[in-house]
Every structure is written in structure tokens, then in C-alpha cells.
């Protein structure tokens, strides 16, 4: 499965990972204080759920054995970059990013999260919070982007 490319936009995806008391999986990017969920850019010819794969461990350290997926979004979720920072992000190449979202359940709590999987890790802390708490976190050019994909996907909990 292939996403069709938006012009403009960074074809990505996005991952909440829940666990078996339905918290996500919230990450902390390096030398910020800005939250977010595991996401990432889809390569050239690359599958979506092969991009996924690789982003979540690339990012998290979980692999294809450690999750299971619930499900995905129907739709792509664009959200833009504010052009006071485009320069500043994704090489200024992009003015937003076109996600496909995924939830994902991990099949045991006690499943080793690994923010070190990266020569340069995108990521220095991670938390486990309320399903809705990351609409309290994120940076807002991304929030209606996450309450959309939240929204969408809760039923499947």
C-alpha cells in the first residue's frame, strides 16, 4: 500500500502505541520540550506499514513482533508547518506533512522502549498518559492534526 503524494507535503506516518491500560505512548524530541507520538517520513517506494514498522523501531525500539495493529486512519491527515519555521524543518523542503496514522497496541507492558536505536535519536524521554493528554502537549501547529487521528481512531480501543 502506497500513499498517494500531496504536493508540498511529506508523505509520513503517524503511531499511537497504546498499552493494555489504554495509555499512549508520548515522546519527548531531544533538546525540546515538545511532545509527540512516534512519526516519520515514508521513503520512496516504500510501503506505509513498512515505513511504520521501521520509523517505530527506529524511534521507540519496538519491532513488528512486540505491537499489534488495531487499526489505521481511512484517510491521510495533513497538517502545515508554520513558514516561520519551514526553513527551520524537514530541510525547508516541505510546507507540512501528509500523515497516515496507526494505533497500536503493545502485547506486553513490560515491553523495552529504546529511545537509543538512532546514531542521532530523535527522541530523549517517553510517558505512558491518558489517552486525550497529548492534546495538552503538542506543539499547536500539530493539535487539530492529533485530535483528528484521536478522534477517528478511539473507537477502536
Given at each position: 500500500?502506497?500513499?498517494k503524494i500531496?504536493?508540498?507535503?511529506?508523505p509520513?506516518?503517524?503511531?499511537?502505541?497504546?498499552n493494555?491500560e489504554n495509555?499512549?505512548?508520548?515522546?519527548?524530541?531531544?533538546?525540546t520540550?515538545?511532545w509527540?507520538?512516534?512519526?516519520?517520513?515514508?521513503?520512496?517506494?516504500?510501503?506505509?506499514k513498512?515505513?511504520?514498522?521501521?520509523?517505530?523501531?527506529e524511534?521507540?525500539g519496538?519491532s513488528?513482533?512486540?505491537?499489534?495493529?488495531i487499526?489505521?486512519?481511512?484517510?491521510?491527515?495533513?497538517?502545515?508547518?508554520?513558514?516561520?519555521?519551514?526553513?527551520?524543518?524537514?530541510?525547508?523542503?516541505?510546507?507540512?506533512?501528509?500523515?497516515?496514522?496507526?494505533?497500536?497496541?503493545?502485547?506486553n507492558?513490560?515491553?523495552?522502549?529504546?529511545?537509543?536505536?538512532?546514531?542521532?535519536?530523535?527522541?530523549?524521554?517517553?510517558?505512558?498518559?491518558?489517552?486525550?493528554?497529548?492534546?495538552?502537549?503538542?506543539?499547536?501547529?500539530k493539535?487539530?492534526?492529533?485530535?483528528r487521528?484521536?478522534?477517528?481512531l478511539?473507537?477502536?480501543?
Open positions: 500500500m502506497n500513499m500531496k504536493e508540498g507535503y511529506r509520513n506516518v503517524a503511531m499511537v502505541v497504546i493494555s495509555k499512549v505512548l508520548i515522546c519527548r524530541r531531544r533538546n520540550q515538545t509527540q507520538f512516534p512519526q516519520g517520513g515514508i521513503d520512496a517506494d516504500e510501503d506505509i513498512e515505513a511504520m514498522y521501521r520509523e517505530l523501531f524511534e521507540v519496538l513488528k513482533q512486540d505491537i499489534e495493529v487499526g489505521e486512519s481511512k484517510a491521510t491527515i495533513t497538517y502545515d508547518i508554520p513558514k516561520t519555521l519551514r526553513s527551520l524543518v524537514l530541510g525547508g523542503k516541505f510546507k507540512g506533512q501528509d500523515q497516515k496514522w496507526f494505533l497500536l497496541r503493545i502485547k507492558d513490560e515491553c523495552n522502549i529504546n529511545l537509543e536505536n538512532e546514531a542521532l535519536p530523535e527522541f530523549e524521554e517517553f510517558e505512558w498518559v491518558s489517552y486525550w493528554r497529548p492534546l495538552d502537549r503538542i506543539i499547536d501547529f493539535k487539530e492534526a492529533y485530535r487521528a484521536l478522534m477517528e478511539r473507537h477502536l480501543l
